[in-house]
């Protein structure tokens, strides 16, 4: 029973991700007062969403993962050396005002690191390697944002970037979920409960991606509505850059001739931005930047539409064929 409800959810999950938006939606216009409620829920939603996910991953792979260099090189290479260059270009669309430019900058310059494992499992990529490289794309955004700022805006802002909100992020919403579903792995080995709760579990990460989308669109709404005419220019760079990273990420890797598994990974890993760990350094900037947040916010909003699109576009035109 477990599995077929499972098939059907995962049949069925960009049906599940549009009603999670719809009502997301309602909410978040309708009754901005429950934005304070469900804004610490964000975290906690996101370490469940990745437990189940890495329930799913045998970590004999995750370990045999560390060992690609290729794919590490690759992913490193897109986020710090291609991105940057990208996300420059694009921006010289935007109102050159500091503040929009610091907002933008400081989500589209840092790789996520939690719910593009999740995405990439949805759309039968890698999700043990993008697993691999978290730790590694965590440490190299925490040193390279405040230099990429430093370039782009000036050094006032890079003063500002501090390590707390990036390690606590990692500690809780990978760190943790990680050694929990390692313990469960362990568990299901040694006895016919833990072997239960594991497939259990299997029909999980469609509903939970349902309400991760649902509590981070709803609680961020209202950030975005007071501040809808002014970051509307946005708009349109966080969609070209929706667009530009996987076309780029899969050149690179037809070129490095990467499997289809590792192909999808490397496309995820380009497009998708940390922008659930942005937040807090946004919110904690001088009263000058009061507006920075709601541009970071924004990114969520178009990214997390963007992603239900591309679990179905990567796999079956972007980046066809079945994975290993």
Request: aromatic share 8%; glycine share 6%.
């Amino acid at each position: 029973m477990t599995r077929l409800s499972s098939a059907w959810l995962r049949r069925h999950q960009v049906g599940v991700y549009a009603v999670a938006v719809a009502l997301a939606l309602v909410v978040g216009f309708g009754q901005p007062d429950a934005s304070p409620g469900l804004e610490p829920l964000i975290n906690p939603v996101l370490a469940a969403l990745l437990y189940v996910t890495f329930l799913e991953i045998p970590f004999v792979r995750i370990r045999r993962a560390f060992r690609n260099r290729q794919f590490m090189l690759a992913a490193l290479g897109m986020n710090f050396l291609v991105v940057p260059v990208v996300v420059y270009g694009l921006t010289r669309f935007l109102p050159q005002d500091p503040v929009v430019l610091v907002g933008a900058y400081m989500v589209l310059l840092t790789p996520c690191i939690d719910y593009v494992i999740t995405f990439t499992e949805l759309a039968g990529g890698d999700a043990e390697q993008i697993t691999a490289t978290t730790p590694v794309l965590m440490v190299a955004q925490l040193l390279l944002l405040p230099v990429y700022l430093w370039l782009f805006v000036g050094p006032r802002v890079a003063s500002f970037i501090e390590a707390g909100p990036f390690v606590e992020a990692f500690v809780v919403v990978i760190a943790a979920p990680l050694t929990l579903a390692w313990t469960t792995e362990l568990l299901g080995e040694r006895s016919g409960r833990g072997r239960t709760w594991q497939r259990a579990m299997g029909w999980l990460p469609v509903p939970m991606m349902g309400l991760t989308l649902f509590v981070v669109i709803a609680s961020q709404l209202p950030r975005v509505q007071d501040s809808l005419r002014t970051i509307a220019a946005v708009v349109p760079v966080y969609v070209a850059f929706l667009v530009v990273m996987p076309l780029l990420g899969r050149a690179v890797a037809g070129r490095l001739e990467m499997d289809v598994g590792e192909r999808r990974a490397l496309v995820f890993t380009s497009v998708t931005r940390n922008s659930l760990v942005v937040l807090p350094l946004a919110l904690a900037l001088p009263s000058g930047f009061a507006l920075a947040p709601a541009v970071v916010v924004t990114q969520t909003l178009v990214e997390l539409t963007g992603m239900v699109v591309l679990t179905r576009v990567v796999p079956a035109w972007l980046v066809p064929g079945a994975a290993v």
